[in-house]
């Protein structure tokens, strides 16, 4: 085997099975290598693409929980709507990426890779699939989910170390079916900070009865302003400062290139009892950021993990009818995740 084949063939670390979703293919073929213990045994990690169908369980409370890593290998454009709506690229799309991404991560996800990171572009067909481009005169342009993608490699860096997180709004996963209005995920960094990226995946776009087309069943739903309140106190002293960094805030169209307008930043404090309140916009991704030191050391926070609370602020509780209406992160795994953007293409 590769483990007695020496250097450098005993570094090659093996995934499987790759699949183009996290569907019920996906689900037969893991089972069938849970089921001989020698090739389980042998695979360094899970993988799957994170498209209409990404991480759910029962990979997060089953099938990684023997310490087997997941791999999102392949992430791109996956925005259904009804019939009949159109969708300017930007906005819309950068969200459904960022949604997905902190989908995979709350549940387990320890790589995660953007389909394309750059690539040549002969038209903007590929736009939704792509970070960057380069133009016919060598100019690199930045695309508009590049900002999301950025702001979530950011707050949740590479070497973090997922946190529990607790909602009273349904933390649905993304599969086969209407997409949820609300995606979490909390991580504290190798140096003590602490990152929290929220998402709001909802648009005026999205309708309450969509058609019974493909699209229309794995839409979201219409647009909602998420009014929240976060009880940080477990983990950071009241009156800590916050980073609160908003992509994608309002409605006007905004520019696909590296004009100011994705990104805003303001500086904010928490409360005397370690609470935040704060809206989150529909189509929106906002991070949090607080610096080291934390109320606790990362080792307390770690035996037991300490958790972020989310909860809606009074009257403002969605119902989605979720078909997976669980309100808390399945149990922490001791891993760590990064993301990791893929060049391909002739760029």
């Known amino acids: 085997g590769l483990q007695d084949a020496g250097a450098p063939y005993n570094a090659?670390?093996?995934?499987?099975?790759?699949?183009?979703?996290?569907?019920?293919?996906?689900?037969?073929?893991?089972?069938?290598l849970r089921n001989e213990p020698a090739l389980w045994s042998a695979l360094d990690g899970v993988?799957?693409?994170?498209?209409?169908?990404?991480?759910?369980?029962?990979?997060?409370?089953?099938?990684?929980?023997?310490?087997?890593?997941?791999?999102?290998?392949?992430?791109?454009d996956a925005v259904s709507l009804p019939a009949g709506a159109e969708a300017d690229f930007g906005r819309l799309h950068g969200c459904s990426l960022a949604a997905r991404a902190l989908n995979d991560i709350r549940q387990g996800c320890t790589h995660w890779i953007w389909f394309l990171g750059y690539e040549r572009a002969a038209d903007n067909s590929g736009d939704r699939h792509r970070l960057m481009r380069f133009r016919s005169n060598d100019t690199l342009e930045v695309l508009p989910t590049f900002?999301?993608?950025q702001a979530i490699g950011q707050t949740l860096p590479p070497d973090s170390q997922v946190l529990p997180l607790t909602s009273d709004i349904p933390l649905t996963p993304?599969?086969?079916?209407?997409?949820?209005?609300?995606?979490?995920?909390?991580?504290?960094?190798?140096?003590?900070?602490?990152?929290?990226?929220?998402?709001?995946?909802?648009s005026e776009l999205f309708v309450d009865d969509p058609d019974s087309g493909f699209n229309g069943k794995n839409s979201g739903y219409p647009a909602a302003e998420l009014a929240l309140t976060l009880d940080l106190s477990a983990l950071a002293a009241g009156d800590s400062a916050v980073r609160i960094v908003r992509i994608g805030s309002g409605t006007d169209p905004l520019p696909v290139d590296n004009a100011a307008g994705w990104r805003s930043e303001t500086d904010a404090q928490l409360a005397?009892?370690?609470?935040?309140?704060?809206?989150v916009h529909?189509?929106?991704?906002?991070?949090?950021?607080?610096?080291?030191?934390?109320?606790?050391?990362?080792?307390?926070?770690?035996?037991?993990?300490?958790?972020?609370?989310?909860?809606?602020?009074?009257?403002?509780?969605?119902?989605?009818?979720?078909?997976?209406?669980?309100?808390?992160?399945?149990?922490?795994?001791?891993h760590n995740f990064e993301l990791v953007p893929r060049s391909d293409g002739d760029g």
């Open 12 to 32: 090659i670390r093996l995934i499987a099975p790759e699949n183009a979703s996290v569907d019920g293919t996906c689900d037969d073929y893991v089972d069938a």
């Open 147 to 149: 900002h999301y993608f």
């Open 272 to 279: 005397a009892d370690g609470t935040l309140q704060l809206t």
């Open 174 to 202: 993304w599969t086969y079916g209407r997409k949820g209005r609300f995606y979490a995920a909390a991580a504290l960094a190798a140096d003590g900070g602490l990152g929290i990226a929220l998402c709001n995946y909802s």
């Open 47 to 76: 993988a799957a693409h994170s498209y209409n169908m990404a991480l759910k369980p029962p990979f997060a409370g089953d099938w990684l929980a023997d310490g087997h890593d997941f791999w999102c290998t392949e992430a791109g």
């Open 282 to 334: 529909p189509t929106e991704l906002v991070c949090l950021q607080l610096a080291a030191p934390l109320r606790r050391s990362v080792r307390l926070l770690l035996d037991p993990p300490a958790a972020v609370t989310i909860a809606c602020q009074p009257g403002d509780r969605i119902d989605e009818h979720a078909p997976y209406d669980f309100g808390h992160l399945l149990p922490v795994r001791d």
